[in-house]
């Protein structure tokens, strides 16, 4: 079956940058695209864009796309996300997240456990 | 931009039918999806482009878009139904959600 298994927390201070991973598992890898949400403690869903994983196209959110970067492994069907010059406001809860087409359409069918992000000093 | 706005709370007794709503300028010229977000767990998609049901959620949860508002109905409501709830539409080319709902089974 289908699973999205992402990789551990992490503890950044403040400049750096971080790159959480999302395995992809039990699917095509190619057919259907990959979204990236956080979502900050008590705050609502916050979408940062996705990343087609059949040619590599991605598209970021205006407020992320000048520092997040989203690539992927198709031998490893994995997916990463990499954000950097981190400030206190990107602590949050990371997930990856399965759109029904290759292209976005429907995003969330499956979704990954969720990958803590916490930007400390 | 976009906007989508949900109720902070609902609360339906056991048995009751919860009705969650989702508003927002242009929202009729756009599919609506709907999420459950169970406490410290990633959300589940319960109902997409609108009124459609993912395999595997049960028939008591629909959708409907009326003008600019959708609608989430869970009819027969239960215990493990309390939870948070979240709309989310496209807007061009950008993904929106609610600030989401929480569903309180009392």
């Known amino acids: 079956q289908v699973h999205l298994v992402q990789s551990g927390a992490e503890v950044k201070k403040p400049g750096a940058s971080v790159k959480v991973s999302c395995k992809a598992s039990?699917?095509?890898?190619?057919?259907?695209?990959i979204h990236w949400l956080r979502q900050a403690p008590g705050q609502r869903l916050e979408w940062m864009g996705w990343?087609?994983?059949?040619?590599?196209?991605?598209r970021y959110t205006q407020k992320f796309q000048d520092r997040v970067s989203f690539t992927r492994d198709t031998s490893a069907t994995t997916v990463y996300i990499e954000l950097s010059s981190l400030r206190f406001e990107d602590t949050a809860v990371y997930y990856c997240a399965r759109d029904l087409q290759s292209t976005p359409t429907v995003l969330g069918d499956y979704w990954g456990q969720g990958t803590r992000v916490t930007v400390s000093s | 931009s976009l906007e989508l706005t949900q109720p902070p709370s609902v609360s339906v007794p056991p048995g009751q039918t919860a009705f969650i709503t989702c508003s927002g300028d242009?929202?009729?010229?756009?599919?609506v999806s709907w999420y459950q977000q169970q406490p410290g767990q990633s959300p589940l998609l319960v109902i997409y482009?609108?009124?459609k049901r993912p395999s595997g959620i049960p028939e008591r949860f629909s959708g409907s878009k009326s003008g600019n508002t959708a609608t989430l109905t869970i009819s027969g409501t239960q215990a493990l139904d309390e939870a948070d709830y979240y709309c989310q539409a496209w807007d061009r080319i950008n993904v929106v959600f609610g600030g989401g709902t929480k569903l309180t089974v009392l």
């Open positions: 990343i087609d994983t059949g040619n590599g196209n991605r």
């Open positions: 039990g699917y095509t890898f190619s057919s259907h695209a």
């Open positions: 242009r929202l009729e010229t756009t599919y």
């Open positions: 482009q609108n009124n």
